[in-house]
């Protein structure tokens, strides 16, 4: 039966608003080591303690706009939520630190490679975590992931231990925001709101003592600072307008945008050292995340025609 006239179109429509959505926020992840490059001079603590009291500013305004404070206060009053993120504002906060630091510190090709290795990293949780089963080439995509980490490991400076706590620290996050029914800005206001005390106090303290940056420098130091609250939530909006009208299949193949992204800007933008170790390992990587993405399409395919009535078989 056909659906009402312009249905078609309307859902077109709404398909290419959400690539649209996806692609803003994972190129905006992506391009994100330009804005932590720019406020280098600022130590890495300062940065992140600007971004947790500048985001839940922001967020407490878009917590506002629409009326959700009757589920933020609910979150608060159930003992599960509140321990769950008490513990997802933990690893939130040792990804975002970690991030920071990792830039500044010109490490972008490992945080470029601990975007690469999240998917695989999810795989590997749910099969410890979740009791998931992998199917062969979930276990061929894993052990090529492991060897390029063991690769650079032994050819380049050591383990690349900012990849791993980045793809690990985003997983666990991962992980226990699915057990806690709050969207993503609600989620997110209430994780930077639990730590917002410690930053903000962090931030006085600095400033007592003449450390500070904020205000202490160029307006146009003060005014990044304060975009960091921006640079957090706006990709955050976007992401969550894209999942809303698309499916995960094609949200899983644009999060490879923003480990691209920032590959690029490593090695064309900020001429970061890429040897033949390098390359090998990111080979490997990008190997087995084809190898993952078309075994997961193909199982999803398959999921599909089993469930689809015998009559349209």
């Known amino acids: 039966m056909a659906g009402p006239p312009g249905s078609s179109k309307v859902a077109l429509d709404q398909k290419t608003v959400g690539v649209l959505y996806g692609l803003a926020a994972y190129l905006w992840w992506g391009l994100a080591p330009v804005y932590f490059k720019a406020v280098a001079a600022v130590p890495a603590m300062e940065v992140l303690a600007h971004r947790v009291v500048w985001s839940v500013v922001l967020l407490a305004a878009l917590v506002a706009l629409t009326r959700h404070w009757g589920i933020v206060a609910a979150a608060l009053g159930d003992r599960r939520t509140l321990a769950m993120l008490l513990l997802s504002t933990l690893f939130i906060s040792i990804n975002w630190g970690t991030f920071i630091w990792a830039v500044m510190a010109e490490r972008v090709l490992e945080v470029s490679l601990g975007y690469y290795i999240n998917p695989l990293v999810n ?6 975590v979740l009791k998931e089963s992998l199917s062969r080439w979930q276990i061929v995509a894993v052990l090529l992931a492991a060897a390029a980490v063991l690769n650079l490991a032994v050819n380049v400076a050591g383990l690349p231990w900012p990849s791993l706590v980045l793809a690990f620290s985003f997983s666990i996050y991962g992980l226990i925001r699915k057990t806690t029914a709050l969207g993503s800005v609600d989620g997110l206001f209430l994780e930077t709101a639990i730590v917002a005390p410690v930053a903000l106090g962090y931030l006085l303290l600095l400033g007592s003592q003449g450390e500070g940056s904020f205000l202490a ?3 146009g130091l003060d005014l990044l600072l304060f975009l960091a ?14 999942a809303r009208r698309l499916n995960y299949s094609t ?3 644009l999060q490879y945008i923003t480990p691209t992204a920032q590959f690029l800007l490593a090695v064309l933008v900020f001429g970061e050292v890429f040897t033949l170790a390098h390359g090998t390992s990111f080979a490997c990587i990008w190997l087995a995340l084809a190898i993952y993405s078309t075994d997961t399409l193909n199982s999803r395919r398959r999921a599909r025609r089993m469930s689809a009535p015998s009559s349209m078989r």
């Open 251 to 253: 949200i899983g193949l």
């Open 123 to 128: 795989v590997l949780l749910g099969v410890l």
């Open 229 to 242: 609250g921006v640079v957090t939530a706006a990709p955050l909006i976007w992401f969550a307008s894209a």
């Open 217 to 219: 420098v160029n307006p």
